[in-house]
């Protein structure tokens, strides 16, 4: 059994250079890695935690949270892609859609042009749609809102109650639904996704 036999509904496989940076030689299941991403990811919120200054929308900050929540299990953690995938943006147009991105999300903020939910989901969805890195780009993109909602004013989001969905699969399922339907031009379940208990 290999890291990319057992995905879950949505997830993006690995091709084999991306899998060549796994640093943790000894995983050999889907649920091995996520486990042990999970715990990486839980040294990333100490990390959030101790920083004096957030800045989500900074491209620099991005890349950074990516690294601090994937640098133990993988040599790219915070590095864009190089390759394409089933979903995402072409890999050569990252780098003109991200800094895009955040700069259409900072007028957003700096105007309140729309209720922060909209703008940090928006910004969420947009963020999942490019789909910069390798791997982790869900729970990166429910991070990085997190962190904006709250610079609003706002409570984190619960994402139905668990901000991993890499397991869950009836909840997985909702979330993928809502993020197609957000593909349609349409945020309203990814909204209520975002704020469900």
């Given at each position: 059994m290999g890291l990319n036999d057992d995905l879950p509904n949505g997830a993006t496989p690995l091709d084999a250079d991306e899998l060549h940076g796994l640093i943790p030689t000894h995983l050999v299941s889907r649920n091995q890695l996520n486990e042990w991403e999970e715990r990486n990811i839980q040294a990333a919120l100490s990390w959030i935690e101790r920083q004096r200054r957030l800045r989500p929308l900074e491209e620099a900050w991005l890349r950074r949270?990516?690294?601090?929540?994937?640098?133990?299990?993988?040599?790219?953690?915070?590095?864009?892609?190089?390759?394409?995938?089933?979903?995402?943006?072409d890999w050569r147009q990252i780098r003109m859609q991200l800094p895009a991105l955040l700069g259409d999300i900072a007028f957003q903020v700096q105007h309140l042009v729309e209720e922060p939910d909209l703008i940090a989901v928006g910004f969420h969805h947009r963020l999942v749609s490019i789909h910069p890195f390798p791997n982790g780009n869900g729970r990166h993109a429910r991070l990085i809102a997190d962190v904006l909602i709250e610079q609003l004013g706002a409570p984190r989001f619960s994402w139905g109650g668990s901000s991993s969905l890499v397991n869950l699969t009836a909840l997985r399922q909702d979330y993928i639904a809502a993020l197609r339907q957000a593909d349609r031009g349409d945020l309203s379940a990814l909204l209520a996704f975002a704020r469900a208990q």
């Open positions: 949270l990516h690294r601090e929540m994937f640098a133990q299990t993988w040599r790219w953690a915070g590095q864009y892609r190089s390759s394409d995938k089933s979903i995402g943006a």
